[in-house]
DNA sequence: GTCTATAACGAGATAGAC
DNA sequence: GTCTATCTCGTTATAGAC
């Protein structure tokens, strides 16, 4: 099944959407990327849409599984993000991001894209979200962060660099940059524990009231 | 100007990516939700791209104009980080924000698509640095932090978290919520003054030796 | 500036031979 | 499962009347 007709087909949807984005998917642009035939293409997938949700979900599958055991052996909030930068650089390459971004454009409109999308994030955001409960036990974050949205608020961040860089390559490099800086400040306000903690603790409750 | 037919155009465009997103887009669908000849895009614009790139642009120079005010007004990190809310909340509705999200997604094979989005993303980033710049001025995060990237980096995010919403507006809701958890926690480092200053130069350098 | 009409082509999708 | 051929429709873009 590895050089399957329909796994060719994925693979061509991949590189179409990589080079030159959703709006260039047709069913003729993928098969000519795949090397198939046109037709193929609603044999196997019924349509066009078909085939990009499977493709945006199967892919970011493949690339989660792939840094599973990497975030599984994370333990502290440096470690983790530095394999964030990590997988920012390395889908770089991969160009699978890319394919989530776009896919997740293409669902505006709703329908099966959007189902796709929702759960090719649900992959991610998981993922994001275990290593962060992990790492954060114990730490004076733990007790104002919420380890759900702060994944799902990483996982867009990264979605949003990777559009960023494709037009504009060095505002995306200073934007990862400066993340990576924000992430020494968190390991800072780690590390100093129970003073963190008390002055974490004040400045809620000054922020609590202003805003009664 | 303000009834002309080439606005009537741009706010149709407006509207087809507001609702159905880049991939929806052409000559016809444009035209009829401008109430407007399809022909009249070819005789104003030339052709499609460029109607979305002036489209992109306007659009985004209006909504920053709107909002310049407020950015000049923003004196203290925790109003910056308000104020970044209440963007996120009012394009949420204006919808300004899924249009520049969109179109740099229809700019990933680079042409006149790419050169707008940049030109659009420009127009953010420069807001928001400003506002970094003056916010962070005597604060002890300036000395980490570099305005410039994290700009961009926050920009992107907003972008990321538009698309993120429009496929699961519960999610979007963490992590705007997560984002203002930590702003509250940068709050904090800037109010810790010299003890965070101390701290951060500490880690600074424990992390620079740990990856000699 | 705006309209109609139409050329020229690419799109999604299906039928049917192999 | 894969191919060719084809239908039908939507698409960009232009020509030319008004």
């Given at each position: 099944?590895?050089?399957?007709?329909?796994?060719?087909?994925?693979?061509?949807?991949?590189?179409?959407?990589?080079?030159?984005?959703?709006?260039?998917?047709?069913?003729?642009?993928?098969?000519?990327?795949?090397?198939?035939?046109?037709a193929l293409i609603f044999y196997h997938f019924g349509n066009v849409e078909e085939l990009i949700a499977q493709t945006c979900v199967t892919a970011t599958e493949s690339r989660v599984d792939e840094y599973r055991e990497r975030f599984a052996a994370v333990s502290t909030l440096t470690e983790l993000l530095a394999l964030g930068q990590t997988v920012l650089v390395e889908e770089r390459a991969e160009g699978n991001l890319v394919v989530l971004a776009q896919t997740l454009a293409g669902a505006q409109r709703g329908g099966r894209l959007a189902e796709a999308t929702h759960e090719a994030l649900g992959k991610w955001t998981a993922e994001v979200e275990s290593a962060l409960v992990r790492v954060l036990a114990g730490s004076p974050l733990m007790e104002f962060t919420d380890p759900r949205g702060l994944a799902r608020a990483v996982s867009a961040g990264f979605l949003g660099i990777t559009l960023f860089e494709s037009v504009d390559p060095a505002g995306g490099e200073q934007a990862l940059a400066a993340l990576t800086q924000l992430a020494t400040l968190a390991d800072v306000i780690d590390d100093l524990g129970p003073v963190a903690t008390r002055a974490v603790r004040a400045k809620l409750r000054a922020v609590t009231k202003a805003r009664r």
């Open positions: 099944m590895v050089t399957g007709t329909k796994q060719r087909l994925i693979e061509g949807a991949l590189e179409v959407i990589r080079s030159q984005g959703i709006t260039a998917v047709s069913a003729r642009s993928v098969a000519s990327a795949a090397e198939a035939n046109q």
